[in-house]
């Protein structure tokens, strides 16, 4: 089973951005599709973008044109780059990975947007 932990989460103002890793460890990533998702206090939890085991991607259309989600498996890392933020992007954001047999989820970091 593969372990997951995010990092690069902060306090951002409006329109600033930030690059959130996810890395893995226990085994490759290059074997998952990888996901973020992000949950703001008293609401459900989003899927924000996707990354296939082929590179392929798929956003929310609330992220589209600010966000990029991309992997690096060699490095053995998930990346969300976070850009143009707004105040409704605050949220705690989480990596998750899954394929046909495994589900793993990070701890999530809490990213801030506030002037």
């Known amino acids: 089973q593969v372990q997951l932990v995010e990092s690069g989460g902060g306090l951002v103002q409006p329109g600033g951005s930030l690059r959130l890793s996810c890395e893995a460890s226990?085994?490759?990533?290059?074997?998952?599709?990888m996901r973020w998702y992000r949950q703001a206090p008293g609401k459900q939890r989003e899927l924000v973008a996707t990354?296939?085991?082929?590179?392929?991607?798929v956003y929310a259309d609330s992220v589209k044109g600010r966000f990029t989600i991309s992997r690096d498996n060699a490095g053995n890392t998930a990346y969300l780059q976070i850009g143009s933020l707004k105040f409704e992007d605050t949220a705690v954001y989480y990596c998750n990975a899954y394929n046909t047999w495994y589900l793993s989820w990070g701890q999530g970091t809490q990213v801030t947007v506030s002037s």
């Open positions: 990354i296939t085991t082929g590179g392929s991607t």
């Open positions: 226990g085994s490759s990533i290059s074997s998952y599709h």
